[in-house]
């Protein structure tokens, strides 16, 4: 379950479509799935609706259907289309109707896979937003002290173009959106860096013991 939750951007599920099948999940009486356990759950939505928080019926039965359409469950339909089960003399489930987990233990390897590619899709997303944090600051720590000391350049257009890419960062930016804002970012970085390594190289050329000049650390 924990891993569905991972996974849902990849399968095509919302929260409350997985609250519901948490909810289907607590009726089933073992801790793990097994063919030898039986997979079918058969809880009415009443039932379901107590154990997801009060959810109204009609969303449980619009969220079943949208897990039975990821292929995260199948229906084992009764005759008279209820859900139950059939016990023999002993009291052990001979046939049940409802909800079928089969799905959940034929895919879990591949939800596992899923989780774990959504997961490093986040961090790297992470890594992207803490890089361009760096480069924007590292930018503007640069051109405030170009400023301050005075070195030749286009500083005004330098830093408009620096606004420029800062505001072009969506709210809700794509993976693809954040790479192109990085390399933006570091390219401009680059150019203000290079730019101050060849002005201290030409102040230095002029340096001469009869004479103090004031040089960028």
């Known amino acids: 379950y924990r891993a569905l939750c991972e996974a849902k951007p990849l399968l095509g599920v919302t929260d409350r479509a997985l609250a519901v099948l948490n909810a289907l999940l607590s009726f089933y009486p073992q801790n793990e799935l097994s063919e030898e356990s039986g997979l079918v759950v058969f809880p009415s939505n009443a039932q379901l609706s107590l154990r997801s928080h009060g959810m109204a019926e009609q969303a449980i039965r619009r969220h079943l259907t949208a897990l039975v359409d990821a292929g995260l469950l199948t229906r084992k339909d009764s005759p008279n289309g209820k859900r139950y089960a059939r016990k023999d003399r ?50 503007a720590k640069l051109i405030e002290a170009a400023i301050a000391d005075q070195v030749p350049g286009e500083w005004a257009q330098t830093f408009n173009e620096f606004r420029d890419i800062v505001e072009s960062v969506p709210r809700a930016p794509t993976t693809t959106e954040l790479e192109v804002i990085c390399d933006l970012i570091e390219r401009l970085r680059l150019k203000v860096l290079n730019h101050l390594d ?20």
Do not use: C
């Not at 190289?201 to 650390?217: C, F, G």
């Open 90 to 139: 002993s009291g052990s489930i001979r046939d049940a109707f409802g909800f079928s987990l089969a799905p959940l233990l034929a895919r879990a390897e591949e939800i596992e896979h899923l989780a774990a590619k959504v997961v490093a899709e986040k961090l790297y997303v992470q890594h992207l937003r803490e890089q361009i944090s760096l480069f924007r600051r590292d930018i």
């Open 198 to 217: 060849l002005q201290i190289k030409l102040q230095n050329l002029s340096a001469n013991p009869y004479q103090n000049e004031r040089h960028i650390q």
